[in-house]
């Protein structure tokens, strides 16, 4: 281990060595930067010119992908998203951006109709070079979803020419066990219509580990370890035609399936002794098989009008999710084989969500004025069933663990957006108003909802000249619980182990302050704003029945900011450097156990991507991240790195496109919590993901046409879904 460390130090210490080494000859004298200097004499970088890959839109930071030499090697989008500033991708493939925020992923402008799982799959389906570039908006205007704190922009290339067009792209990853992915995309263009079919197929195991241990002040410690092996299955299709009927109106239909099956085998084992660890109190195993499928369907439709500075669009969206899951809980003694307790679920989850969207604008001169109008109806059906098996050796209803829980939510949103340039200050204000109105009902206990926000954006941006953009930009979020936050079933992790939803959390409101400034490629954005009614888990330990719960609940507020920045450095025609640094403050007043915690959390964290350009064709990347210490009022998360080896080679005058990869090459990116205040509980837990894996990649491009239809639209209430 130690060893890993200091090679990953060694490596950091290269990248930041030569860094730091041309920054400081760039300031020294804008005469070192040349596009024409070659050297191969590393001691004695001469700086080149970067291309401009990095450019701000309001405020918001656009990176170019299709062309980028930094993400040649990614084999695909969720790659590129793993080393584009701003954004986080965890071992899980979550996306995040600003520290911990969620994004909206949106295709061409418009937020995708995807599960968390669909979207991963659909990013791996696409290679750098189908995306022209990526947006980060990290506070979007009152023209989005108020629940949108942040998005992301993927825009695709486009091309209309006629005829048929296809690709395909296969992943494999090997590690102790292996995984597939496949997609074929097909376009065929007439002009007039456009028709897209895109199916995919992954299949394959993977694995997670998870150890705790857990104690109070004079009761029993217990540690527990829990071994996952998951076999998935995934199928999806979606078919869709894009009718131009003249050069103002254009319409849509999109059809969509996904059919997800997993077989989970989670097992584990319980050790308990007592306070000073000397006796065993008992030393338990557990087994719990796990048959979890999901059905999606969703249909799309799309209407637009335009005619000169004039434009009116309609959005209509249906979406299906049924989720069905039935477990096994085996508890046993270890040493004797007894069985010890023997419980089953069947678990029935129905989701189905309406909307409906019109969106305006009117371009007068250098202004220009947005409205739009959006309804959204979802209703959630959950139907769960434990039976428990008795001494008489037959399975009786579980009433105690058993519920039925349905979520009716009804969301009108309005909003009036302006904007206006003058020469080099361009101005941008909008307000969003939404009416809420919301029922759950968890056997009989329903809590009814209905409230009205009022949500306020300004921004505003200014350039300099082509090399300095400065823009400042203040909103107002809300967001809602997601559906499992409020369902207050219990998710099992191990028979001790749970958490329960909670359906009287409240939504949180975020205020937020954002400014951005470029000198050429260098990129540096500070944040600042307050969290009301934030919403997270907590830890409840019953020192009599060894039960470690965790429950939802709101705290009144949580104080944040974030400064980050982004700078690339060609060092030679061969070598390219992008380091990436952020610093994150969290202040979080926490009430718990009849106590207040609050403190002040700093942290941060180090990315730095080398890209080599190597003879014959290849490319090699190098790309190596650190996390600082971290965490909440209560737990300690522990530092965590990873590094990464890839190379890239393009064949057939680049119709074939071959990527090889390592992931997480000394397996360091586990996470370690640790709960900070020893005198209530000592708690730590570990969470651990098969991500360190070798990666092959192969892409091919056929047909004639280049075409790239649009992708099927998202709304705010569907990512809720998850």
Request: glycine residues 4%.
């Amino acid at each position: 281990m130690i060893t890993k460390i200091w090679l990953f130090l060694l490596l950091l210490f290269i990248s930041f060595f030569g860094n730091a080494q041309n920054v400081v000859k760039e300031k020294a004298s804008d005469s070192l930067i040349t596009p024409k200097a070659t050297t191969t004499n590393i001691s004695e970088v001469v700086i080149q010119a970067v291309p401009r890959n990095l450019k701000l839109n309001d405020g918001n930071i656009v990176m170019a992908v299709s062309g980028n030499k930094d993400f040649k090697t990614s084999t695909h989008l969720l790659e590129v998203l793993r080393r584009t500033p701003g954004v986080t991708v965890d071992q899980e493939d979550g996306i995040f951006i600003g520290g911990r925020i969620a994004p909206a992923i949106f295709i061409d402008g418009k937020p995708i109709v995807m599960s968390n799982q669909e979207l991963q799959a659909y990013l791996r389906s696409l290679p750098p070079e189908m995306v022209e570039s990526i947006e980060v908006n990290t506070n979007p205007s009152s023209k989005y979803d108020a629940e949108f704190k942040g998005i992301i922009d993927i825009k695709l290339k486009k091309n209309t020419n006629l005829g048929w067009r296809g690709n395909y792209n296969g992943n494999l990853y090997v590690n102790k066990f292996s995984s597939r992915e496949n997609s074929l995309n097909l376009t065929y263009n007439t002009g007039k219509i456009a028709y897209t079919l895109q199916t995919g197929y992954n299949d394959g195991i993977s694995t997670y580990r998870y150890n705790a241990l857990q104690r109070l002040a004079n009761t029993n410690v217990m540690r527990t370890t829990t071994h996952q092996k998951d076999h998935g299955k995934v199928f999806s299709i979606q078919a869709g035609a894009d009718l131009r009927l003249n050069d103002k109106h254009r319409v849509s239909l999109n059809l969509r399936g996904n059919f997800r099956e997993n077989d989970r085998l989670r097992s584990g084992a319980l050790y308990t002794t007592d306070k000073n660890e000397n006796q065993l109190i008992f030393n338990t195993e557990s087994e719990n098989p796990i048959d979890y499928s999901q059905n999606n369907y969703g249909i799309t439709t799309d209407y637009s009008f335009q005619n000169k500075n004039f434009k009116l669009s309609f959005l209509g969206n249906y979406l299906s999710v049924k989720n069905k899951q039935q477990d096994d809980f085996i508890n046993k003694d270890k040493p004797s084989s007894e069985l010890l307790s023997y419980w089953k679920s069947d678990l029935f989850n129905n989701i189905d969500i309406y909307t409906g969207q019109v969106d305006a604008s009117q371009k007068i001169g250098s202004a220009g004025i947005e409205a739009g109008f959006k309804y959204s109806h979802s209703v959630t059906n959950n139907n769960i069933r434990y039976d428990t098996l008795s001494v008489n050796n037959q399975f009786i209803f579980d009433p105690a663990r058993s519920n039925v829980f349905t979520y009716e939510e009804k969301i009108m949103a309005g909003y009036l957006a302006y904007r206006q340039k003058f020469e080099k200050l361009q101005i941008n204000a909008g307000l969003r108003v939404e009416n809420t109105q919301s029922i759950s009902d968890a056997m009989n206990s329903v809590v009814s909802r209905n409230y009205l926000e009022w949500l306020p954006s300004f921004s505003g941006s200014y350039s300099f000249n082509k090399s300095n953009e400065l823009s400042f930009s203040y909103s107002r979020k809300i967001t809602r619980p997601v559906f499992s936050q409020l369902n207050p079933f219990r998710f099992y992790f191990s028979p001790l182990n749970y958490w329960i939803g909670n359906p009287y959390l409240l939504p949180s409101f975020t205020t937020q302050f954002r400014t951005a400034y470029r000198y050429k490629n260098w990129i540096t954005s500070f944040t600042i704003g307050k969290e009301k009614d934030v919403m997270t888990r907590y830890p409840l330990y019953n020192p009599e029945t060894n039960v470690l719960e965790y429950l939802g609940t709101n705290l009144p507020y949580r104080n944040f900011a974030s400064l980050e920045t982004s700078f690339p450095v060609k060092v030679n025609k061969w070598w390219n450097i992008t380091s990436q640094f952020a610093g994150y403050y969290n202040y979080e007043f926490r009430p718990y156990l009849d106590e207040v915690f609050a403190l002040k959390i700093y942290n941060y964290e180090i990315r730095v991507n080398q890209v080599f350009t190597l003879p014959k064709g290849y490319t090699l990347n190098l790309f190596t991240n650190y996390e600082s210490k971290t965490g909440n009022s209560l737990y300690i998360i522990k530092p965590r790195y990873t590094v990464d080896l890839s190379v890239q080679k393009s064949w057939l005058d680049n119709k074939l496109n071959t990527k090889l990869g390592y992931s997480n090459i000394f397996d360091s990116y586990d996470q370690r919590l640790e709960f900070r205040h020893k005198q209530i509980m000592d708690n730590r837990l570990t969470h651990w993901w098969d991500s360190s894996r070798l990666l092959i990649s192969l892409s091919y491009n056929f047909g004639s046409s280049n075409y790239q239809a649009k992708e099927i639209q998202k709304t705010e209430e569907e990512s809720r879904t998850r």
